[in-house]
Structures are given as structure tokens and as C-alpha cells.
């Protein structure tokens, strides 16, 4: 018996709305890992926007490389975690920051969070990761 979700299955999985763990090498440390808003479509690349300055982007530039990961919180447990090479471009903010703060917010508290936030383009960056490696499991199977 297995319990690796088929390719559909995964990509379906991943495309729903869930916060997502960043994985990246760390020279010297342990990987670092944190929780990001993301969009992805099957059969794409995963999309992060993170700030130019942060410790992860400063990681994911020198690693070249990320895993994510996204899974649910409660029984039965699935996940599908992905690796593959992170590449930088600048965001544009309605695709990719606006879009994200109403995917995760809906339409009237994501407006409210780019407002009090004072999200923008300047100082943040675009990491697109390429699935290469899949590992998924689903224990609803």
C-alpha cells in the first residue's frame, strides 16, 4: 500500500490555499525554515514575494535551491513538500502582491493589510522555485 498522492492529486493539493513552509540551507546554521503566503498553478512554478534584504532571500541567493512544503493540520494527514533551483524577478504589484493579500485576506482585509502595511513593489522580490523533486503523502487514501 502507498501512500503517495498521484500527480494530479499533488498539484491539485499544493494549488489550494494553504501557508506554506520555505525551506533553505543555511552556511553555518541550521536550514532555515518559514511559514510564506505562495500561488501556484498545476503544472507551474511555486511564487513567494519576500523582502531583498531578509535573511531568507539572503539564504535562497547564496543556495540557489529551496524546499516547500505545505500540509494539512488535522487527520488525515497529507502533504506535499517539493525542491528544486529558486530564480529572482521583480514582483509586479497586482499579480503578485495585491493578488496574494486577496488570496489569503479576501477582497476587503486584504486591502486593508496593503494599506496599513505599506506593502509595495520596491525592496521585495519575486523567488520562483521549479518543482524538480516531489514527496507527497496522503494518509486519507
Not at 88 to 117: N, Q, T, V
Amino acid at each position: 500500500m502507498t501512500f503517495a498522492m498521484t500527480k494530479a492529486g499533488r498539484e491539485a493539493f499544493l494549488a489550494d490555499l494553504r501557508v506554506g513552509i520555505l525551506a533553505v540551507n543555511e552556511e553555518g546554521r541550521a536550514p532555515l525554515a518559514a511559514p510564506v503566503w505562495y500561488r501556484y498553478a498545476p503544472g507551474g512554478d511555486i511564487y513567494v514575494v519576500t523582502g531583498e534584504n531578509s535573511r531568507k532571500m539572503k539564504a535562497l541567493r547564496l543556495a540557489g535551491r529551496a524546499s516547500f512544503t505545505v500540509q494539512t493540520e488535522a487527520a488525515p494527514y497529507k502533504y506535499v513538500s517539493v525542491e528544486g533551483p529558486a530564480s529572482f524577478e521583480a514582483p509586479d504589484f497586482e499579480r503578485d502582491i495585491r493578488e496574494m493579500a486577496h488570496r489569503y485576506l479576501g477582497p476587503a482585509a486584504g486591502e486593508a493589510y496593503l494599506k496599513s502595511s505599506g506593502s509595495r513593489v520596491e525592496g521585495n522580490t519575486l523567488v520562483r522555485i521549479k518543482p524538480e523533486r516531489w514527496l507527497s503523502v496522503d494518509y486519507g487514501s
